[in-house]
């Protein structure tokens, strides 16, 4: 169970999914299942792609549903000549609450480096937004057993040099590579051993209270017929779910999990 002061947050990552017709028509759907008792529960991020994200907040804000807007990406820098970006403050404006930061997507497709990271890590927390840093090994690395390796040391990058009252505020997402998208999930207890040892290096880098505040989520797989057993874990405060947030039912299903017990 994670610890009361811990409030789990399960995300909805859309990636290029969903035009914004579609994603309105979704977050309706989805506001029919999801009530009051789930949303006092748990914290619910929705991340959909960039040309939705002012229809869905307009519906949030018209209906003042309990969604929190999410993006799913951010460039670091504030303004310029960077075609096709899109900078901090101007999510901020949308009432984005959360961006995800460091995907292994964009990592891996649109090379964004450890150090980009940092820099996005730093931006979106000036302007007022959590970012979602997700860390994850590749199957060949954890093949390898250089999982906590790889996992740590992204982390670190992440966390370098920042107060500890900043890294109580953000979220590490626990994402990996090898099952995201691919049907298969690590065991709880696997994700536990990594989330567990993120915690760790908190603990050992920023101090206790920063530890027990920061929240790890995990992410690859996840579906209605997982969740249960992966929040049951000590480490685990959330999930950022990709394929399974597209269907309404599924994602509800996923955001009550504390209804059908592990
Ligand atoms: P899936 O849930 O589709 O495996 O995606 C996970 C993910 O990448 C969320 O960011």
Not at 12 to 24: P, R, S
Not at 138 to 143: C, P, Y
Request: glycine fraction near 8%; charge should be negative; proline fraction near 3%.
């Amino acid at each position: 169970m994670s610890s009361d002061a811990r409030k789990p947050l399960i995300s909805g990552n859309w990636k290029m999914h969903l035009n914004h017709f579609e994603a309105i028509q979704l977050v309706q759907k989805l506001n029919y299942l999801v009530t009051k008792e789930d949303f006092d529960a748990v914290d619910v991020s929705l991340h959909p792609p960039f040309t939705d994200i002012r229809s869905v907040q307009t519906l949030i804000e018209a209906d003042e549903l309990r969604f929190l807007l999410g993006a799913q990406h951010c460039h670091f820098e504030e303004k310029g000549a960077f075609t096709g970006e899109v900078a901090p403050s101007m999510l901020a404006k949308l009432s984005v609450k959360y961006v995800i930061v460091g995907h292994s997507e964009r990592r891996e497709i649109f090379g964004e480096t450890d150090e980009m990271v940092a820099n996005k890590t730093t931006s979106i927390l000036k302007a007022a937004m959590t970012p979602i840093v997700c860390v994850g090994e590749t199957l060949e690395e954890r093949e390898a057993g250089s999982t906590e390796s790889k996992v740590i040391g992204q982390v670190r990058s992440a966390l370098a040099k920042r107060a500890p009252d900043t890294v109580s505020k953000l979220v590490i997402a626990y994402e990996p590579i090898w099952a995201i998208g691919t049907g298969r999930t690590a065991t709880a207890a696997d994700a536990q051993a990594v989330c567990g040892a993120i915690r760790g290096e908190v603990r050992a880098s920023h101090g206790n209270e920063a530890a027990r505040a920061l929240r790890i989520q995990y992410g690859g797989s996840v579906k209605a017929g997982n969740i249960a057993e992966l929040m049951a874990q000590p480490d685990i405060d959330g999930a950022l779910v990709g394929g399974a947030s597209l269907d309404p039912d599924e994602f509800a299903r996923i955001v009550k999990y504390r209804l059908h017990a592990a």
